[in-house]
């Protein structure tokens, strides 16, 4: 088991910036990626971006140049820096661990809301 903690949502304006942090434990050997999901309300739960443990990242196209993702891989921690933030971004922010290609673990989620 895979448990991942996220942390460093909340309320910001319209253009300004927050970063997300998590930090996974328990299981964590054999971890491919982590990345960031997000779920606005009456929406599906997006892919916004995420990191393999090579480095490799990939971005949803309407965060990119706006959002960064990095990894600490010594200490299981994903980080999203978001920049330039926007009313569209409010949403509840997941991590989301692959580990063995296979399994799949969330974590409980934190809220960045964007005011206009």
């Known amino acids: 088991q895979v448990q991942p903690v996220e942390s460093g949502g909340g309320l910001v304006q319209a253009g300004g910036s927050l970063r997300l942090s998590c930090s996974a434990s328990?299981?964590?050997?054999?971890?491919?990626?982590m990345g960031w999901y997000r779920q606005a309300p009456g929406k599906q739960r997006e892919l916004v971006a995420a990191?393999?443990?090579?480095?490799?990242?990939n971005y949803a196209d309407s965060v990119k140049g706006r959002f960064t993702i990095s990894r600490d891989n010594n200490k299981s921690t994903v980080y999203l820096q978001m920049n330039s933030l926007k009313p569209e971004d409010t949403a509840v922010y997941y991590c989301?661990?692959?580990?063995?290609?296979?399994?799949?673990?969330w974590g409980q989620g934190t809220q960045v809301t964007v005011s206009s």
């Open positions: 990191i393999t443990s090579g480095g490799s990242t």
């Open positions: 989301h661990v692959l580990r063995r290609s296979v399994y799949e673990y």
């Open positions: 328990g299981s964590i050997f054999a971890i491919n990626a």
